[in-house]
């Protein structure tokens, strides 16, 4: 047989689904000798960008959480190969933020031509926007190369608003992801806003007769529905966290266990006893002094996530343009 790209990746694919997370040989400051400004460069252009667009580190951290969650962290979502990209899947749906990967790689490929990846640019700028939205500072474990396999038919099993916690959960374990990370995650939702399109259901037509979701909070049902009206425009887009939409904090599992919550996936969260338990965790009366630590936790399972199903050592490549295969 003769193993072409394709075959490779789809095989190590294959692997990814059974093991989860990948074992591979990932490690803080991977570039420290071959290109050590790399993550400077980031940096900057992410803070430049984020500048200009208060949305943006919503949209890096959504696109590292959606690059990852379909053939693991390759940096396959950024690939422009025609129809059948990956980003063109309903999953995908209004992911942004590509040109802002393509001018860091555009700067990293003059200052050190093939060296950093696409999907390690990925994971950074998500870091680094978290930061700029007053989130927790951490370390990035790089050495990911980018894959060679772009197809929208695989992004078929991203998580949807409309998942139920059961699937939600079984979504994330087949990522090697618990019901912990699960929650952690779905926190990310603290900043960033929604599109309407995707509260059309539960504000009109979750039960027979046109009834909303009943765990939506009275007092907050109005304020959504003036946001988004009934026949209103779906590409209307509302915060996803209701106090503060622009700062990375544990608000968004208040405002779920309060039944604030604007998602019915996050709305989810508080309807399964593991799940709900872990929302309580960081509220109980001598947290966060004896009890868990959103933000440590935070920072545990999103470096844990990137790591699922990456490609180190010899398999993938070093893209030139992070839109195309070499």
């Known amino acids: 047989m003769v193993w072409t790209k ?12 059974f ?11 991977f570039y420290s000798n071959t290109c050590p400004q790399a993550e400077s460069i980031v940096r900057r252009v992410v803070s430049g960008a984020a500048s200009s667009d208060p949305n943006l580190p919503a949209i890096l951290l959504r696109l590292h959480f959606h690059d990852c969650f379909v053939e693991g962290c390759d940096g396959s ?9 990956e980003k063109n899947a309903f999953g995908h749906a209004g992911v942004r933020g590509f040109e802002i990967i393509e001018a860091a790689k555009a700067e990293l490929e003059a200052a050190c031509p093939s060296v ?9 700028a998500a ?26 038919l695989l992004a078929k099993d991203m998580p949807e608003v409309s998942d139920s916690i059961e699937i939600l959960k079984a979504k994330f374990m087949q990522k090697g992801l618990n019901a912990k990370e699960l929650v952690l995650l779905s926190a990310a939702h603290t900043i960033g806003t929604t599109a309407c399109f ?5 504000l009109y037509d979750f039960l027979p007769g ?10 907050f049902l109005p304020q959504l529905t003036t946001q988004c009206p009934q026949n209103g425009d779906v590409n209307a887009r509302i915060p996803m966290d209701r106090v503060s939409e622009r700062i990375f904090d544990k608000q968004i599992l208040r405002n779920i266990k309060d039944g604030f919550a604007v998602l019915q996936t996050d709305a989810g969260l508080y309807e399964d006893v593991t799940t709900r338990g872990i929302v309580d965790s960081y509220f109980g009366m001598l947290n966060p002094f004896f ?3 959103f933000e440590s936790d935070f920072v545990e399972a999103i470096v844990k996530m990137g790591k699922i199903g990456v490609h180190t050592g010899s398999i993938g490549e070093i893209r030139r343009v992070c839109s195309a295969f070499n």
């Open 116 to 124: 950093v990846s696409c999907s390690d640019i990925v994971a950074l």
């Open 77 to 85: 979502i950024l690939v422009n190969n025609g129809a059948i990209s």
């Open 6 to 17: 394709a075959k490779v990746s789809l095989a190590l694919s294959l692997v990814t689904v």
């Open 127 to 152: 870091r680094d926007a978290i930061s700029l939205a007053n989130g927790p500072a951490y370390e990035v474990p790089t050495g990911r190369r980018d894959g060679w396999v772009s197809n929208m």
């Open 210 to 219: 046109g009834q909303p979701d009943p765990t939506i909070n009275p007092v």
């Open 291 to 293: 009890g868990p630590t």
């Open 19 to 29: 093991l989860g997370v990948s074992l591979a040989d990932l490690q803080v400051g």
């Open 198 to 202: 995707f509260m059309t259901k539960r």
